[in-house]
């Protein structure tokens, strides 16, 4: 597996019976976490939301690295997909650079995502994003 996320099985949620028949349920809340001792900045404002896309971009980043078609992916190790791939998405996940950089007028979400593969801070996210 390329990318293991150990607190995403441990998570509160898993350790409660929830009826998945009920109309409405309550999810624990949840403290700013991190997710690694080197991580500082803002708080993630909503950790379950990350650890739900966290695990779904692990997927589809996973399928794009093994099958070695992308330009960016096939020069890592799976361990530096990996690394660079969970260190851009929590930079992503706190605001913080490059990903704390406003559109410029008239500039697409499509244009901005594609200036970011072209920086080694925020490659490997912008390559997983463009699978989706």
């Known amino acids: 597996m390329l990318i293991s996320i150990t607190g995403y099985v441990n998570s509160k949620l898993f350790q409660k019976n929830l009826n998945p028949l009920a109309l409405t349920f309550v999810l624990p809340a949840q403290s700013a976490k991190t997710m690694s001792s080197e991580s500082s900045g803002p708080p993630i404002q909503n950790y379950a939301v990350f650890s739900r896309v966290l695990v779904f971009l692990k997927v589809l980043l996973e399928g794009e690295w093994k099958s070695k078609e992308n330009v960016i992916l096939k020069k890592l190790t ?30 697409s979400t499509l244009s901005c995502w594609t200036h970011l593969t072209r920086i080694p801070e925020g490659n490997i996210l912008a390559v997983s994003l463009f699978v989706v």
């Open 78 to 107: 799976g361990r530096e997909a990996q690394q660079s791939f969970l260190r851009q998405f929590e930079r992503y996940a706190r605001g913080q650079y490059p990903f704390d950089t406003p559109l410029g007028n008239g500039q």
